[in-house]
């Protein structure tokens, strides 16, 4: 899907992309420039599922859940701005790199996530990206994703 949308709701999200509750992390785009780069958001609050285990004495949002959500965000960049893929392909986290974290995030905050197109080789797509809360980097990775079709998935 190709389009030049500077921002993205909910619809437009669960258009875009196969992840429902309790997975879909990205809660709206507020920059896109196709090819280029996102800024997305996540609110994150005290009724995601995995506070209850992760810590009920100290709400922590799970880091590689943050990474999730960066790679959500990677996907909506791709298929906003990729004539490759189409609707019906699956977005794939092909590897991490460089994974830091550097703050807790907890319920209340709001994550905002920056992606930034690095380059892409043989249908993988590189990032750098990072996860701000309140101005302050709370966790940051270079991702690699790949798209395939879902039909070659099967079987």
Not at 70 to 87: D, I, P, R, Y
Request: proline share 6%; net charge positive.
């Amino acid at each position: 899907m190709n389009t030049s949308a500077t921002a993205l709701d909910i619809h437009k999200i669960l258009a875009l992309l196969p992840h429902r509750y309790p997975i879909l992390l990205v809660d709206r785009v507020l920059e896109l420039e196709p090819r280029r780069r996102i800024k997305a958001l996540k609110n994150v609050s005290i009724n995601e599922p995995y506070f209850s285990g992760h810590f009920p004495q100290r709400p922590v949002m799970p880091g590689v859940l943050i990474i999730e959500a960066l790679a959500q965000a990677a996907a909506l960049l791709t298929f906003c701005g990729s004539k490759q893929v189409s609707e019906q392909s699956l977005y794939y986290l092909a590897g991490i790199d460089k994974a830091r974290f550097k703050r807790p995030v907890a319920p209340g905050d709001t994550l905002i996530l920056n992606v930034h197109h690095e380059r892409t080789r043989r249908e993988i797509w590189k990032f750098s990206a990072s996860a701000e809360v309140e101005g302050t980097v709370a966790a940051q990775a270079e991702l690699m994703c790949t798209a395939r079709p879902a039909e070659q998935d099967r079987g």
